[in-house]
Antibody, heavy 123, light 107 residues
């Protein structure tokens, strides 16, 4: 069974840092690119960052670029999101998601998600 | 970034109804369009990928169509478990973007 389990969230003051982790099981982690997607309370989904299987390709949403850093440790089946200079509008439920490709290799989508971890930025 | 616009933002329907949700991209994205269902307190669940391909395990009453900039998600006969929020997402560019969501409520 594919499982993704996030941890590391909590209440943090504006300007401080937090590191999220996502430990996966049930599949070969280094076969897949991975992403972070967030959802502010009562709002829609926002893609945050993504990383290729070998960390060779990394991208960020403009809203977090320069403040957040995505990384992975394939030996530990783990994905990370280092969040610095946190702001109130970073308050959200953060999901890690597995990026899968269809048989053609062109079309990709998020086919497995964690349960999410809440990050609250407030003084 | 590519903007994704869904309509309507919400709708009320009855069990058995045929429901169609539309999604428009701000530029052409070929068939790089996915649909997700999200129930309260749960993570999103992939329904449709590549605009029209049904994800394994998803009931056949769900179908997707369109290409270029205009897409649809259709539920042929709405079931009680289908009341949820639906999101489209483009995967044409890896700065992925989602629509704002369509909440399907019970009439």
């Amino acid at each position: 069974e594919v499982q993704l389990v996030e941890s590391g969230g909590g209440l943090v003051q504006p300007g401080r840092s937090l590191r999220l982790s996502c430990v996966v099981s049930g599949f070969i982690f280094d076969d897949y690119a991975m992403d972070w997607v967030r959802q502010a309370p009562g709002k829609g989904l926002e893609w945050v960052s993504g990383i290729s299987w070998n960390s060779g390709t990394i991208d960020y949403a403009d809203s977090v670029k320069g403040r957040f850093t995505i990384s992975r440790d394939n030996a530990k089946n783990s994905l990370y999101l280092q969040m610095n200079s946190l702001r109130a509008d970073d308050t959200a439920l953060y999901y890690c998601a597995r990026r899968s490709f269809d048989s053609s290799g062109f079309y990709h989508h998020f086919d497995s998600w964690g349960q999410g971890i809440l990050v609250t930025v407030s003084s | 970034d590519i903007q994704m616009t869904q309509s309507p933002s919400s709708l009320s329907a009855s069990v058995g109804d045929r429901v169609t949700i539309t999604c428009r991209a701000s530029e052409t994205i070929a068939s790089y369009l996915n649909w997700y269902q999200q129930k309260p307190g749960k993570a999103p669940n992939l329904l449709i990928y590549a605009a029209s391909k049904l994800q394994s395990g998803v009931p056949s009453r769900f179908s997707g169509g369109g290409s270029g900039t205009d897409f649809t998600l259709t539920i042929s006969s709405l079931q009680p478990e289908d009341f949820a929020t639906y999101y489209c997402q483009q995967s044409f560019r890896t700065r992925y973007t989602f629509g704002q969501g369509t909440k399907v409520e019970i009439k």
